[in-house]
């Protein structure tokens, strides 16, 4: 199929495709560290199931299915911890405006449940369709959309109070 | 279409996120290159693997071989609340009084479960199953014995049990519709039939309203019907798509004769005989719900809901919310009388010619967020299921709620018992 040969070379689709993958897995276990290794597991998961890969999608798309799956799955097996601080890179909390929403996203990541930040991160960072972040996630696109809904709820409290009003009060399908 | 402030979102979480970097950009001095280079050493016997898989294969096909094609029990009488069945991590059911017990699944398996449906008599339910191992077969096959032992009924029990479970072939179909008769304590006694479903399912499957098939609809525009024997009926359907989603919601009519289809811009009725589907005058019809008695079907458009009768005459409309905001979640009372919807933390009931409503308040748990909907109406008619909450230290919890009296609502799943929101169903039961 059209894809099959992106993974030929691994070494080269790592590189390619790393970063991307290293932040869908922050996205969702929202520990750097965690993130690191789930995003190590998936390369290994992906590298041992290469064969089966058909190649009826890009590679990233395949490769964003494991990543998701493993990173649901470590959380499953770690109980809710209160964080106690916010996940901040040390060195810049410099109080700049793209700071601070950073900060402000992520603090409103960390208040939605796993499978509706996977959710988020499918639909507004890698801009997947309804019925690709259903087979991700194995449930169908309408149960997506609910997803997606409660979770935009949940944002638009969140982020209301440190941005403005016309910025977040409307996001809808 | 994706709005501006959804475009708007994505930018900023794009920003963020792109800010943050791994560790360990280059292959060579990845962890995962020196794993996958210490397992290669392992040569793990590939041939095993394949033996395993075919063992799984030889008791899946043996299992599959003794279903029982039971058949729905008739409703007798008024019918009185069973257990209400949710996905966690698997399916649980849960009733007033007993605590929440895991049917299906155990923790961190390669499966993921969803769409629970009680059939309308109450002894079985549907449920879809979804092999994480189609794309990520790393781990062995898991196989669950179809038989369990039935428990004393009711005693809260958390401990996973055996359930009608077969595993199918890796990488030959990840997704399934498995059917399990109910037996004491809600748990699934013996398997009924396992259905291949397509891997794009569009909607939850849901059961006709005689108990003998169940439909499901498919991304690519595909509306179906599959009975237990796994015989599949397809009906025509011509649906726009307008490319953002592939949404399709629909329901049976009673007589099961036929569905009727919402697909995000028409409402369609779809004879279940083969006849040429027609639509109604409805324009952006989001969702779409037959009235018990068959002669109306309310409609969700935009923020609103409708109802209309079977040739797409307005009645009332039920919902009206000046076209501001999405529209609440809604069901049915059994009796065909109401609707109901929350606003806010009151449930409120419409008449359903439009004609009264009232209000109640929920009652939701003071540790509770009070961001609630409406899951469902009991089948007895005196509860709504509502849910409350969400957020990751607050996952959701469901509540039953009084439709008449002022008594405080009933948490029937705490925050910790694992539910994330999603489909639920209500068994019906009768004596």
């Not at chain 1, 390619?16 to 932040?23: N, S």
């Not at chain 2, 994480?132 to 809260?156: I, Q, S």
């Not at chain 2, 990840?174 to 059917?179: A, F, K």
Request: proline fraction near 8%; charged fraction near 25%.
């Amino acid at each position: 199929m059209a894809f099959r040969s992106e993974l030929e070379d691994f070494g080269a689709f790592y590189e390619r495709t790393y970063q991307a993958a290293y932040r869908t897995a922050l996205g969702i276990v929202r520990d750097a560290s965690l993130a690191a290794d789930v995003t190590q597991e998936a390369y290994v998961a992906a590298y041992e199931q290469r064969d089966r890969f058909r190649g009826d999608a890009p590679g990233h798309a395949w490769l964003h299915r494991i990543v998701v799956n493993r990173s649901l799955m470590t959380l499953r097996r770690r109980r809710p911890t209160v964080r106690e601080i916010e996940h901040v890179d040390a060195g810049s909390a410099d109080g700049t405006p793209g700071t601070t929403d950073r900060v402000a996203i992520f603090a409103a990541l960390d208040g939605l449940a796993p499978q509706q930040r996977a959710a988020v991160v499918l639909r507004y960072y890698h801009d997947y369709d309804y019925t690709t972040i259903a087979r991700i996630l194995g449930t169908t696109p309408t149960n997506v959309g609910a997803i997606l809904n409660r979770a935009r709820e949940r944002l638009r409290v969140e982020l209301e109070p440190a941005t403005t009003t016309s910025a977040v009060a409307g996001l809808g399908r | 279409m994706t709005s501006d402030l959804d475009r708007d979102f994505a930018v900023r979480l794009r920003a963020a996120l792109d800010g943050q970097t791994g560790p360990h950009p280059v292959w060579s001095e990845a962890p995962a290159a020196r794993r996958v280079a210490e397992r290669a050493r392992r040569t793990r016997g590939r041939s095993l693997r394949l033996l395993a898989v075919a063992a799984i294969l030889l008791v899946g096909g043996g299992a599959i071989g003794a279903i029982l094609l039971a058949q729905p029990r008739p409703l007798r009488g008024p019918a009185s609340n069973g257990w209400i069945a949710y996905r966690g991590d698997g399916l649980f059911v849960v009733r007033e009084g007993v605590a929440p017990r895991r049917i299906v699944g155990v923790e961190e398996d390669v499966f993921t479960e969803d769409c629970p449906a009680f059939d309308p008599a109450g002894t079985r339910l549907a449920y879809t199953t979804y092999d994480l191992r189609f794309f990520e077969p790393t781990e062995p096959p898991h196989a669950v014995p179809a038989e369990g032992e039935p428990t004393p009924d009711p005693t809260p029990d958390p401990t996973p049990v055996p359930t009608p479970r077969l595993t199918p072939e890796p990488g030959s179909h990840p997704r399934q519709i498995v059917v399990g008769a109910i037996g004491n304590g809600g748990r699934l006694a013996s398997a009924v039939a396992m259905l291949p479903a397509p891997d794009d399912l569009a909607a939850c499957p849901r059961w006709s309203t005689d108990g003998r098939r169940l439909a499901y609809a498919t991304g690519a525009d595909r509306l179906a019907a599959v009975d237990m024997a796994g015989q599949v009926s397809e009906f025509g359907l011509a649906v726009r798509r307008t490319g953002l989603s592939r949404h399709f919601d629909f329901d049976w009519s009673p007589d099961a004769s036929t569905i009727a289809v919402a697909d995000g811009d028409k409402v369609w009725l779809v004879p279940t005989n083969g006849d040429d589907a027609r639509t109604l005058p409805v324009a952006g019809a989001w969702s779409v719900r037959w009235s018990p008695d068959g002669r109306r079907l309310a409609v969700t458009v935009g923020p609103d809901v409708l109802i209309v009768t079977t040739d797409g005459s307005l009645v009332a409309t039920v919902i009206d919310r000046d076209g501001e905001g999405p529209a609440p979640s809604w069901a049915w009372s059994p009796d065909g009388e109401w609707l109901a919807y929350v606003d806010g933390t009151k449930v409120v009931r419409v008449r359903a010619d439009g004609s009264a409503n009232d209000a109640r308040p929920i009652g939701v748990p003071e540790d509770t967020d009070p961001q609630a909907s409406l899951v469902g109406w009991s089948p007895a008619g005196d509860r709504f299921l509502v849910s409350a909450g969400g957020g990751f230290r607050e996952p959701v919890t469901l509540l039953s709620v009084p439709v008449e009296s002022r008594e405080p609502a009933v948490v029937l799943v705490k925050p910790e018992d694992g539910y994330f929101g999603g489909a639920v169903s209500w068994q019906a039961a009768f004596d």
